[in-house]
């Protein structure tokens, strides 16, 4: 926490499913406030095929091996959602300037592994890098985890024993000292790649399921139905490697659960916060769920943060007390009920008009807020608006014609708290090829959810 402010920033920009016919891109900006570059795209790597699908990214080392001297976090890891390719992107000769170092391509994926559609990177303490699939090579559903060799990028196999992966995958944490790991689940890849279908929720091909493995042996150990937990994406254990709890964001049901050991060694999990639908006109349903896409806990475990794609609002909770946070801070930016749009909200338990659209710097900003980043210190917290290409062109068409753009908000850490800064503005919808989709951000020294304690 005591590191140093952020000064760039690396984001994936998608072109899949939007109007450019070009290869993703790795961008890199600038986000010093005293730089004269502040605010801009410094650098694109274009990735050398069309349509990946560039989603999450990770590092070859990261502080799973402190103390090693051996190791430097030097390469940032692009696995695709959907080629399943992975790109290995040198940060460290010229951390302003990334270039790609080598492409596992998914044949060698495929054949090693019987897997792919790849999401979750973390670096082990092992020297290896493990990497979570949602399906198997024909897009069925099947959660198991790909290990690269930390130093070659060479395929070694799956993480997990021989037929014994999970039904689904997406995420997964691990926290050592309690030889555990917690996994998530989105769908079969055939089931969302090409939009959301409330049919496929009715009969069952949605994910509600936690999976706890045990870290040592390599299999899975206990399966934990989430009631009213449909579609469990983002998991997150405390920072505290000594934590045996952490929190997961269930999408579709609009609420956080905790999950928690049991004096036992069994694993158990509850509902601790809800956010409630609102009845609405105009939309695909007649009740609009929020849509948590994405958690993130500071590197204190002090707050919480949380994103509702749908309804548009970002929030931050005190997690001092881990069963009873509570919500220090909210902030709209865009969304699904903006005044002026498509929808209409009928009912609503929590708001007493519809929010007012969100303008920076002259720019109407168009889906709402979904990957969140936050600085060492606590004190900003950076955003992105695309989920993923398919559902954004789905859910928010605005969003591929004016591309998405990254806002930063400032965070109170004494009291809570969050506000806008209305001079920060970085505007994919400007890309010299076309409006462009970014998505996750990472920092080049690692941040609040890719790097794991031991």
Not at 2 to 29: F, H, M, Q, S, W
Not at 376 to 381: A, F, N, P, Q, S
Not at 386 to 393: E, I, P, Q, R
Request: one cysteine or more.
């Amino acid at each position: 926490m005591k590191g140093p402010r952020e000064e760039i920033v690396y984001l994936p920009c998608i072109y899949r499913n939007t109007n450019t016919e070009a290869p993703d891109y790795l961008a890199t900006v600038d986000v010093d406030p005293k730089s004269p570059q502040y605010c801009q795209v410094i650098h694109r790597l274009p990735m050398p095929h069309l349509k990946d699908e560039l989603h999450h990214s990770g590092w070859n080392t990261c502080s799973s091996c402190f103390g090693d001297s051996t190791k430097s976090r030097t390469k940032l890891l692009l696995p695709s959602l959907i080629s399943s390719r992975i790109y290995v992107v040198d940060v460290g000769t010229e951390p302003r300037a990334p270039r790609l170092h080598k492409v596992v391509e998914p044949k060698d994926i495929h054949a090693k592994c019987d897997l792919g559609y790849l999401h979750t990177t973390h670096c082990l303490a092992s020297g290896d890098v493990m990497i979570s699939s949602l399906g198997d090579p024909k897009g069925n559903g099947k959660g198991g985890f790909v290990l690269l060799d930390g130093e070659t990028f060479e395929v070694k196999g799956t993480w997990e024993r021989p037929g014994g992966a999970a039904p689904m995958g997406y995420d997964f944490w691990y926290q050592p000292r309690h030889n555990v790991m917690v996994s998530t689940e989105w769908a079969a890849p055939n089931v969302l790649r090409d939009g959301f279908n409330p049919a496929d929720v009715e009969a069952g091909l949605y994910g509600n399921h936690l999976h706890v493995w045990d870290w040592q042996r390599h299999e899975m150990v206990q399966t934990l139905t989430l009631q009213d937990g449909l579609i469990p994406l983002e998991v997150r254990f405390l920072h505290n490697p000594a934590a045996d709890q952490g929190f997961v964001g269930c999408a579709l049901s609009s609420n956080i659960q905790r999950f928690y050991k049991n004096e036992g060694g069994t694993w158990s999990v509850e509902k601790v916060i809800q956010v409630p639908p609102k009845k609405v006109k105009g939309w695909m349903l007649p009740e609009m769920p929020g849509l948590i896409t994405d958690i993130l806990l500071s590197l204190d475990d002090r707050f919480l943060y949380f994103s509702n794609w749908l309804h548009g609002d970002l929030r931050q909770y005190d997690i001092s007390d881990p069963q009873r946070p509570r919500l220090t801070g909210q902030l709209f930016l865009g969304g699904s009920i903006v005044k002026g749009g498509p929808v209409q909200v009928l009912e609503d338990q929590e708001l007493k008009s519809q929010p007012e659209p969100l303008v920076v710097k002259g720019k109407q900003v168009a889906g709402g807020p979904q990957m969140i980043q936050l600085s060492l210190d606590g004190k900003r917290l950076y955003v992105t608006t695309s989920l993923y290409s398919a559902w954004d062109k789905q859910f928010y068409p605005d969003l591929i014609r004016e591309g998405s753009v990254m806002l930063q908000i400032d965070v109170d850490t004494v009291k809570g708290g969050l506000k806008l800064n209305p001079n920060f503005l970085v505007d994919f919808g400007k890309e010299p090829l076309g409006p462009a989709l970014a998505h996750e951000l990472r920092y080049p020294g690692g941040d609040c959810s890719s790097d794991i304690w031991l």
